[in-house]
């Protein structure tokens, strides 16, 4: 008997929700960083055995009030998770407050596929304030199992990873066994770039930009290793962002060249040639044709 199915993963941002997939597939799947608004994209993530296949997927985490069409469409992601699903994941954590009339909850209320809470940074509470939010939870919504965890230092993964094998229903791999992902390696190098970005930018300016992939070729080194040569622009809001991200002399783009490239190598397992550029457009968050670009619009 195969199993297979897709685990859709929901919540708010900043909860772990990329963190918790990457624990449970085994690879860098999705950008962490400790910012909120960090996925901007739905992500599959392919976990294969002998007799299973669970295509796990991460969202954006959902947010109250968009201010652009970005966000809009983040939240379409976010709320497309609700139509596939063969199990539900809602990621929370201690101190999270969700009002009664809160939009996840009451979608929640009417899914009819088997729903886990994952009650995520254990390691941050006591066991009375984890057993004191399990009694809460249980009393607001039918859970088929809540499971208390802590997804950055793989405590209790795998026994969710269990729960979620018992739950799956029978059927087919839906993507080739050895595919780990429904990304390309293009897409992947975009988001790495914007991970540091996050990392060496403070404040508007990460939030601000968007990485495009002009190019990407493989090649080979004189020495006959595998080379990728990528071009990266990089689309800053306004002119004052362009030449923050620049810096003093080109300090700050060439910092975030060397951090990108290194972890872009690590990502793909061989040497990489990066070239950044920073360019200007205005108000792109809510710019239809920039964001069929970039892949938030149809």
């Not at 968009?66 to 954590?93: C, G, I, W």
């Given at each position: 008997?195969?199993?297979?199915?897709?685990?859709?993963?929901?919540?708010?941002?900043?909860?772990?929700?990329?963190?918790?997939?990457?624990?449970?597939?085994?690879?860098?799947?999705?950008?962490?960083?400790?910012?909120?608004?960090?996925?901007?994209?739905?992500?599959?993530?392919?976990?294969?055995?002998?007799?299973?296949?669970?295509?796990?997927?991460?969202t954006p985490g959902v947010i109250k009030n968009?201010?652009?069409?970005?966000?809009?469409?983040?939240?379409?992601?976010?709320?497309?998770?609700?139509?596939?699903?063969?199990?539900?994941?809602?990621?929370?954590?201690?101190?999270e407050t969700y009002e009664a009339d809160d939009?996840?909850?009451?979608?929640?209320?009417?899914?009819?596929?088997?729903?886990?809470?994952?009650?995520?940074?254990?390691?941050?509470?006591?066991?009375?304030?984890?057993?004191?939010?399990?009694?809460?939870?249980?009393?607001?919504?039918?859970?088929?199992?809540?499971?208390?965890?802590?997804?950055?230092?793989?405590?209790?993964?795998?026994?969710?990873?269990?729960?979620?094998?018992?739950?799956?229903?029978?059927?087919?791999?839906?993507?080739?066994?050895?595919?780990?992902?429904?990304?390309?390696?293009?897409?992947?190098?975009?988001?790495?770039?914007?991970?540091?970005?996050?990392?060496?930018?403070?404040?508007?300016?990460?939030?601000?930009?968007?990485?495009?992939?002009?190019?990407?070729?493989?090649?080979?080194?004189?020495?006959?290793?595998?080379?990728?040569?990528?071009?990266?622009?990089?689309?800053?809001?306004?002119?004052?962002?362009?030449?923050?991200?620049?810096?003093?002399?080109?300090?700050?783009?060439?910092?975030?060249?060397?951090?990108?490239?290194?972890?872009?190598?690590?990502?793909?397992?061989?040497?990489?040639?990066?070239?950044?550029?920073?360019?200007?457009?205005?108000?792109?968050?809510?710019?239809?044709?920039?964001?069929?670009?970039?892949?938030?619009?149809?």
């Open positions: 008997m195969h199993k297979s199915g897709f685990v859709n993963i929901i919540g708010r941002p900043n909860v772990g929700k990329s963190t918790l997939m990457n624990a449970l597939v085994g690879e860098r799947m999705s950008i962490i960083t400790n910012k909120p608004q960090t996925t901007r994209h739905r992500i599959f993530g392919i976990l294969n055995g002998d007799d299973f296949q669970i295509v796990f997927s991460d968009p201010a652009y069409k970005m966000q809009e469409a983040m939240n379409r992601f976010a709320h497309s998770t609700f139509e596939d699903a063969d199990l539900m994941v809602l990621v929370t954590e201690p101190n939009p996840i909850l009451k979608r929640l209320q009417h899914i009819e596929v088997p729903l886990f809470l994952i009650i995520n940074k254990i390691d941050l509470s006591s066991q009375g304030q984890i057993l004191a939010l399990i009694e809460q939870w249980q009393s607001r919504l039918s859970f088929t199992k809540i499971l208390p965890i802590s997804a950055l230092h793989q405590q209790g993964t795998q026994e969710l990873l269990k729960v979620i094998l018992e739950h799956l229903p029978e059927g087919p791999a839906y993507f080739p066994t050895d595919q780990i992902t429904d990304r390309t390696e293009r897409f992947f190098a975009s988001e790495i770039i914007r991970e540091k970005i996050l990392e060496l930018y403070e404040q508007e300016i990460p939030y601000s930009c968007e990485v495009d992939i002009e190019d990407f070729k493989d090649t080979e080194t004189k020495t006959g290793e595998p080379l990728a040569r990528i071009n990266a622009t990089i689309y800053a809001a306004r002119k004052t962002q362009k030449a923050i991200l620049i810096g003093k002399n080109g300090d700050a783009i060439k910092r975030l060249g060397t951090e990108a490239r290194k972890a872009i190598e690590t990502f793909l397992d061989r040497k990489v040639f990066l070239e950044l550029h920073v360019k200007v457009r205005d108000n792109w968050r809510d710019d239809e044709q920039m964001l069929r670009r970039f892949g938030y619009q149809e």
